[in-house]
């Protein structure tokens, strides 16, 4: 039977970095105001590239790193929200760009947590024991889709990427999942709504570029719905221990209210919105990819984390992860 590892990491964020005090010249707002409801300091914001580039980006570094060539990679999987166009994905590009012309590539979208979702889908394709080698990447350009006038929104998000490549290994490394759509609450988080303009439509839907959210709404799913469910697989898997709990950074009050609702210690929660923003599905592998860096995860199959994102759809998914 084969199972999937994750080899390496990494990630990549623009030059460009928009400090608290930067939005304040151009928002009722403040660093104060920010910092103290949200955790968030300053966040990266590219000025020329897209998102395939922030992609691109991460799947270089993965290949120097792991020293492979691109054409032996059998996949790459992009989660985002915030592609280039609707069509070629931003996978079929990243896989231009590398020129890894063994590799498929697709798309997909689950916001917020599309690099957890994306993640699971991968380890089955390894898993089937057809492919060896794949390149998983969460990558958002989220400043193409806020509306800069909007407070509740503009001093949310970032842009970024963070990725994995996923290789074949004779051990189980991926060890329990959840994944979870709850889409009667879809309203709650939405950008880029598209009307009917056939010429035979009868009625035209109201067009949107722009993020939109409830944030009440989705702090609240968050705290009762998300918990919950990370609550019962830490109950169903207590014989596991749980170095580190990587999860979507929104809001660090997101992160101290789920440390006390499943009563872990909040220094297994890392943390580094304030550096980024909420990055959306480059949220978590960027969080990771950093940790790597720091040297606080080993990346040497010693440690076991708890890996959770959760956004719009509204969508959550959890991995145990052997790391």
């Known amino acids: 039977m084969s199972f999937a590892k994750i080899s390496q990491v990494a990630h990549y964020a623009p030059d460009h970095i928009v400090s608290n005090d930067d939005l304040s010249r151009s928002l009722d707002t403040s660093d104060e105001w920010i910092s103290s409801r949200t955790g968030i300091k300053s966040r990266h914001i590219s000025q020329t590239q897209d998102t395939s580039d922030l992609a691109t980006e991460v799947a270089k570094s993965l290949l120097k790193k792991s020293q492979l060539s691109a054409d032996e ?38 916001a917020c947590s599309g690099f957890v979702f994306a ?17 998983v990447i969460g990558a958002e350009v989220m400043s193409k889709i806020l509306d800069w006038t909007d407070r509740s929104t503009a001093v949310l998000f970032g842009d970024g990427a ?33 009307g009917l303009n056939s010429p035979y439509s009868q ?28 609550s019962q697989m830490l109950d169903d898997h207590k014989d596991m221990a749980i170095d580190f709990f990587l999860l979507h950074q929104a809001n ?22 304030q550096d980024y923003g909420n990055t959306s599905a480059a949220s978590v592998p960027i969080l990771l990819s950093e940790s790597v860096d720091k040297g606080l995860i080993a990346l040497d199959g010693s440690q076991t984390i708890f890996l959770s994102a959760f956004g719009g759809g509204l969508t959550w998914g959890n991995l145990i992860v052997k790391i």
């Not at 999987?77 to 994905?89: L, Y």
């Not at 993640?119 to 492919?131: F, T, V």
């Open 252 to 273: 660090v009050r997101i992160l101290d209210k789920m440390a006390k609702k499943i009563v872990v210690d909040r220094e297994k929660f890392l943390a580094n919105m």
């Open 203 to 230: 009625t035209k839907a109201r067009e949107s570029s722009y993020l939109t959210m409830d944030g009440r709404a989705v702090f609240d799913f968050t705290i009762k719905t998300v918990s919950k469910d990370i």
């Open 119 to 135: 993640l699971a889908m991968a380890e089955k394709l390894i898993a089937s024991g057809q492919y060896q080698k794949g390149l």
């Open 73 to 110: 990679l059998d996949f790459i999987i992009v989660s985002t929200i915030t592609p280039d166009a609707n069509m070629p994905s931003v996978a079929a590009k990243v896989q231009g760009n590398l020129g890894a012309s063994n590799a498929f590539a697709f798309d997909m979208a689950a």
């Open 162 to 194: 963070g990725g994995v490549l996923l290789e074949t290994s004779e051990d189980k490394h991926f060890l329990a999942e959840s994944l979870n759509t709850k889409g009667d609450q879809w309203s709650c988080l939405q950008s880029g709504s598209k």
